[in-house]
């Protein structure tokens, strides 16, 4: 699978972050990814509070409320394996500075597809380091881990974009992807260098 061709992420991440970051910090990742999936869960739950009257989207976001948090604890599961315990929640700068792209204001409707966007972005770079991480991390169990959840987080990154585009009421939601795109190209040059999924 191209991250490239199917997300279309602009600047991909260096594989040398696995090998200079990730491999000398797997406790680190691994209580950061714990936090990233419970992020996401909480996400969905979010989108389901804000939007009730939207009862397609209410039954998917409840079932990904559900998958989210069985690769939490899937994630606990190996910290715990491996002697560990969950770490402190880390302050996620990438999300951060994709939310600072989020319309304020406007209408409703205008709101939630930027919601559906952001969250579709997150899921596309979470998927993009989760393959960067199956090839390259020289750890057999973590690499099958990683490949699987790579194909989750495309999954999810599809079902945003679909949502977004059956909610547009007129929006132009490619017009407005390849937006979050190209912001979302200028964010990522700071990060792939710390030892946290986006960081």
Known sequence: MSEKTILKLQLPTD??????????????????????????????????VQNPELSDMVQEMAALVQEEMDHFKRVHDIILERGYVLGKERKDDYVGEL????KKGGHRREQLIDRLLFAAMIEARSCERFKVL??????????????????????????????????????????????????????????????????
């Not at 970051?21 to 869960?41: G, R």
């Not at 939310?99 to 989020?102: A, E, I, Q, S, V």
Request: aromatic share 12%; proline share 1%; net charge negative.
């Open 15 to 48: 594989p040398l972050w696995v090998k200079n970051v990730v491999e000398s910090n797997i406790e680190e990742i691994l209580t950061d990814h714990a936090f990233c999936e419970q992020k996401a869960a909480s996400n969905a739950i979010t989108l389901i």
């Open 134 to 199: 199956s090839e390259n991390i020289n750890d057999e169990q973590l690499s099958a881990f990683y490949y699987e959840l790579m194909v989750s987080e495309a999954t999810h990154y599809a079902t945003f974009i679909r949502l977004a585009r059956k909610y547009a009421n007129g929006i132009d939601v490619d017009s407005r992807w390849s937006e979050f795109l190209a912001y979302e190209a200028q964010v990522i040059q700071n990060y792939g260098k710390r030892e946290t999924i986006h960081g």
């Open 99 to 102: 939310l600072k792209f989020l």
